[in-house]
C-alpha cells in the first residue's frame, strides 16, 4: 500500500517540523516545503528518513501562486498526488503598535499568511475533489490564537491576517465537503518556536505563560498533535471546525 502524500508548508522549523516528523510516524510520505532555510528542512526531512520514514523538500514561496502552482506539478510529477496539505507557513513583522505601522508590512503579511493558504487550498481541491478524479482529503490550515485576542500593542496586522484565514476556512470547508474534502483548523497559543524571535522577543512566551490557566508555553509537538487527529479518520465527522491550542487562553 503507497503511503500517502502530506504536504507541509513551512516544514522546516517550529510547528511544521514537529508535524512532519509526527506525521512520518504515522505513515505518510511527508512533503516538506520551504521558502528560503533549505538546512532546516533538510535536516528534518534527514531525521525522518533515519527513523525509516518518507520525507522530501521542496522549495516554494507560497506568497507568490506561479512558484505554488509549480511546487504542486513537481509534486504531482515526482511523488503522486497528496492526500493532505498542512497551511503551516506563516509570517509576522516586529513587534509594533498598529497605527505605527505601513501598508507595505500588512500586504507582505497577507501575502503569506492569507493568499498563501489560498492558494495552496486551490491547488491541493485539484489532487483531492471527487469531482475532479480525486479520492477526498484532509486539509488543515495553521491560524492563531490571535486571531480571537488581536494582539493589540504587537502584531495586529498578523492577527488580523490569521481571522481571515479562520473565514476562509470555514467558508472552503462548506464549499468542498461534497467533493470529500475535510478543512479543519488549530489555532495555536503560545508555543516555544522561532517566530517569536522573528517578532524581536525571543523570550516573550516565558514572560507571558505565568498569565495563563495551565501557566506554561506549549511545544510544537502538543500543537502537531492536534493537527494529526484532524488529518485522519478519528476526525471523520469534523469539518469546518477549530481546535484551540492555547492553555486554557
Same mark, same amino acid.
Given at each position: 500500500?503507497?503511503?500517502?502524500?502530506?504536504?507541509?508548508?513551512?516544514?522546516?522549523?517550529?510547528?511544521?517540523?514537529?508535524? #512532519?516528523?509526527?506525521?512520518?510516524?504515522?505513515?505518510?510520505?511527508?512533503?516538506?516545503?520551504?521558502?528560503?532555510?533549505?538546512?532546516?528542512?533538510?535536516?528534518?526531512?534527514?531525521?525522518?528518513?533515519?527513523? =525509516?520514514?518518507?520525507?522530501?523538500? *521542496?522549495?516554494?514561496?507560497?506568497?507568490?501562486?506561479?512558484? /505554488?502552482?509549480?511546487?504542486?506539478?513537481?509534486?504531482?510529477?515526482?511523488?503522486?498526488?497528496?492526500?493532505?496539505?498542512?497551511?503551516?507557513?506563516?509570517?509576522?513583522?516586529?513587534?509594533?503598535?498598529? /497605527?505605527?505601522?505601513?501598508?507595505?508590512?500588512?500586504?507582505?503579511?497577507?501575502?503569506?499568511? *492569507?493568499?498563501?493558504?489560498?492558494?495552496?487550498?486551490?491547488?491541493?481541491?485539484?489532487?483531492?475533489?471527487?469531482?475532479?478524479?480525486?479520492?477526498?482529503?484532509?486539509? *488543515?490550515?495553521?491560524?492563531?490564537?490571535?486571531?480571537?485576542?488581536?494582539?493589540?500593542?504587537?502584531?495586529?496586522?498578523?492577527? #488580523?491576517?490569521?481571522?481571515?484565514?479562520?473565514?476562509?476556512?470555514?467558508?472552503?470547508?462548506?464549499?468542498?465537503?461534497?467533493?470529500?474534502?475535510?478543512?479543519?483548523?488549530?489555532?495555536?497559543?503560545?508555543?516555544?518556536?522561532?517566530?517569536?524571535?522573528?517578532?524581536?522577543?525571543?523570550?516573550? *512566551?516565558?514572560?507571558?505563560?505565568?498569565?495563563?490557566?495551565?501557566?506554561?508555553?506549549?511545544?510544537?509537538?502538543? /500543537?502537531?498533535?492536534?493537527?494529526?487527529?484532524?488529518?485522519?479518520?478519528?476526525?471523520?465527522?469534523?469539518?469546518?471546525?477549530?481546535?484551540? /491550542?492555547? =492553555? =486554557?487562553?
Amino acid at each position: 500500500m503507497n503511503s500517502p502524500i502530506l504536504l507541509i508548508t513551512g516544514g522546516g522549523r517550529g510547528i511544521g517540523a514537529a508535524t #512532519a516528523k509526527l506525521a512520518a510516524q504515522q505513515g505518510y510520505r511527508v512533503i516538506i516545503n520551504y521558502r528560503k532555510d533549505a538546512t532546516s528542512a533538510e535536516n528534518v526531512a534527514a531525521e525522518i528518513v533515519a527513523f =525509516g520514514g518518507l520525507a522530501h523538500c *521542496v522549495q516554494a514561496d507560497i506568497s507568490d501562486s506561479d512558484q /505554488v502552482s509549480k511546487m504542486f506539478a513537481t509534486i504531482r510529477g515526482q511523488w503522486g498526488a497528496i492526500k493532505a496539505l498542512v497551511n503551516n507557513a506563516g509570517v509576522l513583522d516586529q513587534q509594533a503598535r498598529f /497605527v505605527d505601522t505601513q501598508p507595505e508590512r500588512w500586504q507582505r503579511i497577507f501575502q503569506t499568511n *492569507v493568499f498563501g493558504t489560498m492558494y495552496c487550498c486551490q491547488e491541493a481541491f485539484q489532487d483531492m475533489a471527487k469531482s475532479r478524479g480525486g479520492n477526498g482529503g484532509t486539509i *488543515v490550515n495553521v491560524s492563531s490564537l490571535a486571531s480571537v485576542y488581536g494582539s493589540p500593542n504587537e502584531y495586529v496586522d498578523y492577527a #488580523a491576517s490569521k481571522g481571515a484565514v479562520d473565514s476562509f476556512s470555514r467558508g472552503f470547508a462548506l464549499e468542498v465537503a461534497g467533493d470529500g474534502i475535510r478543512v479543519n483548523v488549530v489555532r495555536p497559543g503560545l508555543i516555544y518556536t522561532d517566530m517569536h524571535a522573528d517578532g524581536g522577543e525571543a523570550g516573550r *512566551v516565558d514572560r507571558i505563560a505565568p498569565n495563563l490557566p495551565l501557566q506554561r508555553g506549549g511545544q510544537p509537538e502538543e /500543537v502537531a498533535e492536534a493537527i494529526l487527529w484532524l488529518l485522519s479518520d478519528k476526525s471523520s465527522y469534523s469539518t469546518g471546525g477549530f481546535i484551540d /491550542v492555547g =492553555g =486554557g487562553r
